[in-house]
């Protein structure tokens, strides 16, 4: 039976992708509820052709719902899913909140579906952090051929990891660092401004001296991969890009490594296109991508000095497959094994 869904966070930047994915991938469900901030309540969001109303969550009773995406940020999900699962709803959160608690699975549907073979726990299953999900689509592939030793990663991340007001304090800096130069813009998202810099600094910084971004990346490529000990290094890098976040991957492995072999096992990845299969000219940017579903691979280069080691570069949409999409595709999995 098709589920009655919730949409918490409708109003935002993710939020409004997974309005976008359920109309283009034909969700099922048999009732949708909009929910946000009581700022955004009694405005009109449309899905499916459909005009719903969006309601407070501090009035919303979530017994009227199977299934609710959440993804209006950490403090609103540990307030409001503890009362949505009591309430019986299953919760798909896009926040750090559940992600480490034993009880809730933490899912990439390409890389360990086989979580979502029983009901949560804790009735929650975490969606993972925007810069994992497309990185462990692809540490799977080369685990299970050659064995991962280390991966060290630099992440390139987009304004709209952010949301909407990200995006719009990139867009309004910018434009007044080139109209008024001499002015300091007043940032709010970003410190200092994103406008025409990068900023080696995403989430708060730990006493270990990493960010949280960067031992999110750590933590969670470790429970998705089910490999306790991998050893995943990250410098979180902000970069003045609108959407979506791009990655300069080094690999070592165990085995040695075929320059062609490993294209294609990348490229046979699910949902994952390699860009530099034909020519090694060709690479992916965030910018040119064009399907924003696919993981995208370019700069393949396996190191000529020690052949167990390689580069490779990639771009993923972030409110898409780091976010949006990931979601939806956990929701197809529980609809599919009939466990909502
Ligand atoms: P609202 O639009 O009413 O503020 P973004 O990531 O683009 O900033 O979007 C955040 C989303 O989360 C928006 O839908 C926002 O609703 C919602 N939101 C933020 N804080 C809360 C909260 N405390 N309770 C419910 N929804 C919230």
Not at 60 to 65: I, L, M, N, R
Not at 275 to 280: F, L
């Given at each position: 039976k098709a589920p009655r869904v919730a949409i918490v966070g409708a109003t935002g930047a993710v939020g409004n992708t997974l309005i976008g994915l359920i109309e283009q991938r034909g969700l099922r469900y048999r009732d949708m509820r909009l929910v946000a901030s009581a700022r955004s309540a009694g405005t009109e969001l449309t899905v499916d052709g459909v005009a719903y109303p969006v309601q407070a969550v501090d009035e919303?009773?979530?017994?009227?719902?199977d299934l609710a995406f959440f993804s209006a940020g950490t403090e609103a999900s540990e307030k409001w899913v503890p009362k949505a699962t009591a309430a019986g709803a299953v919760v798909i959160d896009?926040?750090?909140?559940?992600?480490?608690?034993?009880?809730t699975p933490l899912v990439v549907p390409q890389v360990?579906?086989?979580?979502?073979?029983r009901r949560p726990k804790s009735g929650v299953i975490a969606n993972p952090n925007c810069s994992t999900i497309p990185l462990v689509r692809l540490l799977k592939g080369v685990e299970e051929r050659w064995g991962i030793r280390q991966a060290v990663v630099s992440t390139y991340q987009a304004a709209s990891g952010l949301g909407h007001p990200g995006v719009e304090e990139l867009q309004d800096a910018s434009r007044a660092s080139l109209d008024h130069p001499e002015e300091a813009y007043p940032n709010k998202e970003f410190t200092p401004s994103l406008a025409f810099n990068v900023i080696p600094k995403i989430d708060r910084f730990l006493d270990s001296g990493f960010t949280l971004e960067e031992q999110k990346m750590l933590q969670e490529s470790r429970k998705i991969l089910g490999i306790p000990h991998l050893d995943v290094t990250t410098t979180c890098v902000r970069v003045p890009v609108v959407n979506g976040h791009s990655e300069a991957v080094w690999i070592e492995t165990q085995g040695v490594v075929d320059r062609t072999e490993l294209v294609e096992t990348l490229a046979a990845l699910p949902e994952v296109t390699v860009?530099?299969?034909?020519?090694?000219r060709e690479f992916p940017t965030p910018a040119t991508i064009?399907?924003?579903?696919q993981v995208h691979v370019g700069r393949v280069r396996v190191n000529p000095n020690n052949p167990r080691a390689f580069w490779l570069w990639l771009v993923a949409d972030n409110l898409t497959i780091g976010a949006a999409l990931n979601a939806i595709q956990i929701a197809e999995e529980l609809i599919a094994r009939e466990t909502l």
């Open positions: 919303f009773d979530f017994s009227e719902v896009n926040t750090i909140a559940y992600r480490m608690d034993p009880d360990n579906a086989h979580e979502l073979d860009h530099d299969r034909e020519s090694p064009d399907d924003r579903d």
